[in-house]
């Protein structure tokens, strides 16, 4: 099994409607991140916690939410989603600030 | 507001060529570097920086950070089609928060 885990994998949805993507990790770590990427750019953060009671807004928090269920899920949800909410969404984990993060495969959400 | 440039933005070379990818960064509380390499996928980590001038070295790849003129680089020696990539700058805060750069897209021809 992957140490972090996204689903679903790929997802189409209409303008709209709510959607969840979902991420949970085995390796045990405090530190979750949701980020964004669109084509030909780097990843942009849209929320992070550093344990179950923490939960910060990154740079694109807005139209978007967050849970954390528990040290090992972290749920990304779209409220009312909107085509320029199109774009593969990554979910990562670190152990602390000087260690590299650990990704998720990825999710390719298409909002038409 | 954090800011990580990379360039160039895309690179095509032979296999054998050596190449060299920067990434500058204007960054609050700076920590660290990172260097990502993304395939398909998921990213995947290559190295972390937090020593001016200290060399960090992976078989061909190696990676060196200035905190003066705030920039790193990247080097890939004798490349390889399966170096072809994009490599993802970042840099760390104190704070926990990383900010990426565009990414260098790196085609290796055979």
């Known amino acids: 099994d992957a140490d972090v885990t996204q689903t679903p994998r790929n997802r189409i949805t209409k303008t709209g409607k709510r959607i969840m993507l979902e991420c949970s990790q085995t390796k045990g770590h405090d530190r979750m991140y949701w980020y964004r990427q669109d084509p030909g750019l780097g990843l942009r953060l849209i929320y992070y916690?550093?344990?179950?009671?923490?939960?910060n807004k990154g740079e694109i928090s807005d139209g978007y939410s967050v849970s954390r269920q528990a040290q090992a899920k972290f749920s990304l949800s779209l409220e009312s989603a909107i085509p320029n909410q199109t774009a593969l969404y990554f979910c990562?984990?670190?152990?602390?600030?000087?260690?590299?993060?650990?990704f998720g495969s990825g999710t390719r959400l298409t909002v038409v | 507001e954090d800011k990580v440039v990379q360039s160039p933005l895309s690179l095509v070379v032979h296999e054998g060529d050596t190449v060299t990818l920067n990434c500058s960064y204007e960054?609050?509380?700076?920590?660290?570097l990172l260097w990502y390499k993304q395939e398909k996928k998921a990213p995947t980590f290559l190295f972390m920086l937090?020593?001016?001038?200290i060399e960090k070295k992976s078989g061909r790849l190696s990676s060196i950070l200035d905190k003066k003129e705030l920039f790193s680089i990247l080097n890939i020696t004798a490349t390889q089609t399966g170096d072809s990539a994009v490599y993802l700058c970042a840099s760390n805060t104190n704070a926990g928060k990383s900010t990426f750069g565009d990414g260098t897209t790196l085609t290796v021809k055979p």
């Open positions: 916690s550093f344990d179950v009671k923490d939960i």
């Open positions: 990562a984990t670190s152990e602390t600030t000087d260690y590299g993060y650990t």
């Open positions: 937090t020593s001016s001038g």
């Open positions: 960054v609050t509380n700076f920590r660290s």
